[in-house]
């Protein structure tokens, strides 16, 4: 069965650091999105990408992230300069996009950590 | 904020049903209901979302109730690995709004 990839499983960094969190995505898939989770809070929504473009972006999702499709399979998220609070779980999912059974499919998360 | 509100956490027995209840008031008549699951920080699973009508799947059944505004999810035989965070979200599948808002979930735990 098809799955979401994510690597690394862990990234532990140094504050100020940048670093890129890397995604497979279903391979027929459309959208793509990123969430994160701080230790023990809710899931949060950071952005969705469609057509080589973002489509919808959170607030947490400010000057500091980034995120590509660099070539047909890839779907990266970089943070440019990490803050403590940018600690989390980071989850990569991605959705057909069409029609009525567009469950998002989600990635077994990289664990960054900032020191 | 989600808008969804479900309880806390819940207790199943071990090869009963769990059913996990919903409660979405404001929901609009272009919002699916999906279910999620995450089992202890792994990702979240897709389980199983409907419209109007009553869906199952091999996973699970959803029941929605004719006004739309609670939904059930039904574990018909739930097992130990089925202890998970379970999450009730309401959304619209069209557009460029696709994402989830997540509230707390409800806890579920299957005893032996």
């Known amino acids: 069965e098809p799955e979401v990839t994510q690597t690394p499983s862990h990234q532990v960094t140094q504050m100020g650091q940048e670093v890129i969190l890397r995604c497979v995505p279903i391979?027929?898939?459309?959208?793509f999105y990123w969430y994160r989770q701080i230790l023990g809070q809710k899931v949060e929504f950071l952005v969705s990408?469609?057509?080589?473009?973002?489509?919808?972006k959170s607030e947490i999702f400010d000057d500091q992230f980034s995120v590509e499709r660099p070539d047909g399979s890839n779907f990266t998220l970089k943070i440019r300069s990490t803050k403590l609070e940018d600690s989390a779980m980071y989850f990569c999912?991605?959705?057909?996009?069409?029609?009525?059974?567009?469950?998002?499919?989600f990635g077994p998360g990289t664990r960054l950590t900032v020191l | 904020d989600a808008k969804t509100t479900q309880p806390t956490s819940m207790d199943c027995a071990e090869g009963r049903a769990a059913n996990l209840p919903c409660n979405h008031s404001?929901?609009?008549?272009?919002?699916?209901v999906y279910w999620y699951r995450q089992i202890h920080s792994q990702g979240p699973q897709y389980i199983i979302h409907?419209?109007?009508?009553?869906e199952t799947n091999e996973m699970a059944s959803l029941i929605i109730t004719e006004d739309r505004k609670s939904s059930t999810l039904i574990l018909p035989h739930a097992t130990l690995r089925d202890t998970a965070v379970y999450y009730c979200?309401?959304?619209?599948?069209?557009?460029?709004?696709?994402?989830?808002?997540w509230g707390l979930g409800t806890s579920l735990a299957v005893n032996p």
């Open positions: 404001t929901i609009s008549g272009n919002e699916y």
């Open positions: 990408f469609y057509n080589n473009e973002i489509s919808e």
């Open positions: 391979s027929n898939h459309l959208y």
């Open positions: 409907g419209l109007k009508n009553n």
């Open positions: 979200i309401v959304r619209a599948n069209a557009g460029n709004n696709r994402k989830l808002i």
């Open positions: 999912a991605s959705s057909e996009g069409a029609g009525r059974w567009d469950e998002q499919f």
